[in-house]
């Protein structure tokens, strides 16, 4: 059993959801991105997800393409992303996905990515731009089955299709709430209720619900339907309302705990 | 750098792209899930409704009552004599409705959408001829429209600004990155994954996610199916060489489809920008390396990171770090000749045909009348030069007088 189903056993056993977090790796710089980044793992983050900027990021809403940016030009790139994974590593347990854009892993090459990203620490990746009908051409050139490949379901995806991309997915399946990008405003609860029930019909594995997710009150909303809650445009935004705040690592760290609260008041199934 | 030898490789037409939009190695869709359905429903209205007897006589009224199809083949004898060279033959596609050939592929496109029964159209614009056109499509068939245009471009091209906002189109500026045509197709990308339950996105270009790149080469071929009808009617024997400036390639491939299994050369011009080795160009075919932007996979400029680089040229239309998938294949197999023309020889290919033929070209397609330029000098009196005059330069005034 790898990190990724560990996790989700033991929450189930805890009777609580995973509270899954996306951030920009390198915002606002490197160093006190890794400081960022560790607190908010200690602090109730159950998984991570690292994001590896790239310079076109189309599926990006504003703070994201915002943070993307800055840490772009702080000269992040693939290698320093893992580089930072293995140092995360070594500070925590809980699983890492590589969050990216096809072109920064085409340029790394899949094989060396397959390799490095496990030598790393990191448990899965999620390449937003890699539909199942194109995912074969990085899949192939890994040399073993190691490392989760995340995949996304859409509120546009028909049931059909939903089974097909269950079928060749791992770890969890990250439900996008909303059509739009991310850090979209508006939440409809019942309508992802709608599309969890539709997926569980699909799949066995974990859900995850991600887009459109602020507050609170929207991380119980969605733990009591998903398995799952990430968030992710929403701590870019405290980031960037905090670059010159001294208290920035704990800001984030604080609001992980409060976003992990909410995991646990769970009302129903 | 070049011989004139007559390169025929053989290119198999009927073989790409395959079923899921490949290219060879290139193309594809590569694109976010939220969009893959709209990709997928995209594929099959096209597979279906385009080749449809009805959909095609319709396209073809238009193509000829609206757009005023087919457009002039012109043989320019003042700037040949001027040249003491070849003979160079102009395809007017500056003379077709709206001022280009970007016309072409959004009526095409506006008349499937209809079909599918969407209700708006959003495109994304470099120069503004796409987004024109867009508009103009628009109008006629009484849907709304958005065009995301970088407010760079909106800068420099503000004649086209004017004219999208009075055929009812909602121009929204685009103000991430450089500001042109890619940060337009990012943006456009992104509100078409909020929008795309109702709304159809005209792609101006042979790129983008299958099934854009054979869809726009499709309604463009016109150009190159009129242009062989016309050479052979004119002169009985074809070009020596066909000549298209590069952007991402609709008009290039417009123009060359026609021809893929002739005896003769193809000349893609991209933009050199303010000199390749400046690193401030737009010569993806000729300097990149192969990576995925805006949803397939082809050359595109971009560092040892896979981080899409800014690309230059003083033609908005021919600022862009990617190019069409189909035209990576083709470099490949040599079958197309790629070349970079810069600024200033793009402005003095300008002149030349504002002066000697009372023409004036859009920036884009000065590139290619400047490599006809370069060609007809070089090639014997008894061949023939067909240079594809894409659009038209009215839009570029604020531009040239601005460089003098």
Redesign the interface.
């Known amino acids: 059993m790898n990190r990724i189903d560990k996790t989700f056993e033991t929450l189930r056993q805890k009777k609580e959801k995973a509270l899954v977090g996306f951030i920009t790796a390198g915002d606002p710089n490197i160093s006190d991105s890794f400081s960022i980044i560790k607190a908010m793992c200690k602090s109730g983050l159950d998984i991570l997800e690292l994001g590896i900027s790239?310079?076109?990021?189309?599926?990006?809403?504003p703070a994201i393409?915002r943070s993307s940016a800055r840490a772009?030009k702080q000269g992040i790139?693939?290698?320093a992303v893992l580089e930072m994974t293995g140092r995360l590593r070594e500070e925590t347990s809980i699983p890492i996905i590589l969050f990216s854009?096809?072109?920064?892993?085409?340029?790394?090459g899949a094989k060396a990515f397959y390799k490095d990203a496990l030598a790393a620490g990191a448990d899965g990746v999620l390449v937003?731009?890699?539909?199942p009908?194109?995912s074969d051409e990085m899949t192939s050139q890994w040399p073993g089955d190691e490392l989760d490949l995340i995949?996304?379901?859409?509120?546009?995806?028909?049931l059909e299709?939903m089974i097909q991309?269950a079928r060749s997915a791992s770890g969890f399946i990250y439900l996008?709430s909303k059509?739009?990008?991310t850090g979209?405003d508006g939440l409809d609860t019942e309508d992802i209720k709608d599309k969890i029930g539709s997926l569980r019909s699909a799949t066995k594995l974990p859900i995850c619900v991600g887009f459109g997710i602020s507050t609170a009150d929207d991380v119980a909303a969605v733990a009591s339907v998903a398995d799952g809650v990430v968030i992710g445009s929403a701590f870019e935004r405290l980031i960037e309302d905090n670059l010159d705040n001294p208290d920035l690592v704990s800001i984030l760290a604080n609001k992980v705990a409060e976003f992990k609260k909410a995991t646990k008041i769970v009302t129903s199934q | 750098m070049h011989n004139n030898k007559v390169v025929n490789n053989k290119y198999n037409q009927d073989k790409f792209p395959d079923s899921k939009g490949h290219f060879g190695i290139y193309g594809g869709r590569y694109v976010g899930e939220t969009l893959m359905p709209a990709l997928l429903e995209l594929d099959e209205a096209y597979n279906t409704i385009v080749p449809d007897p009805s959909f095609q006589s319709e396209f073809k009224r238009l193509l000829q009552d609206y757009a005023g199809r087919p457009t002039p083949l012109f043989y320019a004898k003042r700037l040949s004599e001027h040249l003491n060279g070849a003979f160079i033959y102009l395809k007017r596609e500056d003379l077709a409705h709206t001022g280009a050939h970007k016309i072409n592929n959004t009526l095409g496109q506006a008349l499937l959408a209809q079909r599918m029964g969407k209700t708006k159209l959003i495109a994304e614009t470099g120069a503004g001829q796409h987004g024109v056109a867009t508009a103009t499509a628009a109008a006629l068939f009484g849907m709304e429209c958005r065009i995301f245009m970088g407010r760079e471009d909106i800068r420099r091209q503000a004649p086209n600004v004017q004219r999208m906002k009075l055929l009812g189109a909602q121009v929204v500026p685009v103000t991430s990155g450089t500001m042109t045509l890619k940060d337009a197709m990012n943006e456009a990308m992104r509100f078409w994954v909020g929008a795309v339950r109702d709304t159809f996105y005209v792609i101006g270009s042979v790129a983008g996610p299958h099934p854009y790149p054979v869809m726009v080469r499709e309604f463009q071929r016109v150009i190159g199916n009129e242009t062989r009808e016309q050479i052979l009617r004119r002169t009985g024997g074809l070009p020596a060489v066909l000549i298209a400036c590069v952007g991402g390639g609709s008009n290039a491939m417009g123009l060359f489809y026609a021809f893929m299994d002739d005896p003769l050369e193809m000349v893609g011009v991209e933009a050199a920008g303010k000199g390749i080795e400046t690193g401030k160009h737009a010569a993806t075919l000729g300097q990149g390396t192969i990576g995925v932007l805006h949803g397939s996979k082809s050359y595109v400029l971009q560092d040892e990171n896979g981080q899409i680089k800014e690309a230059h040229s003083i033609a908005a239309g021919l600022d862009y770090p990617g190019v069409g998938p189909e035209h990576s294949l083709l470099k490949d197999f040599k079958k197309i000749q790629y070349v970079a023309i810069d600024d200033e020889q793009a402005l003095e290919a300008f002149h030349a045909l504002c002066v000697l033929e009372g023409i004036i070209p859009a920036l884009e397609s000065s590139h290619a009348v400047a490599w006809a330029m370069v060609e007809a000098k070089r090639r014997p009196k008894n061949e023939i030069i067909v240079v594809n005059l894409s659009g038209r330069g009215d839009k570029d005034l604020g531009i040239v007088s601005a460089y003098n």
């Open positions: 790239f310079s076109d990021p189309t599926a990006d809403g393409q772009l790139n693939l290698r854009y096809y072109n920064p892993i085409y340029a790394y937003v731009d890699l539909p009908e194109e995949r996304l379901v859409a509120p546009t995806t028909p299709r991309i996008v059509t739009g990008v979209s």
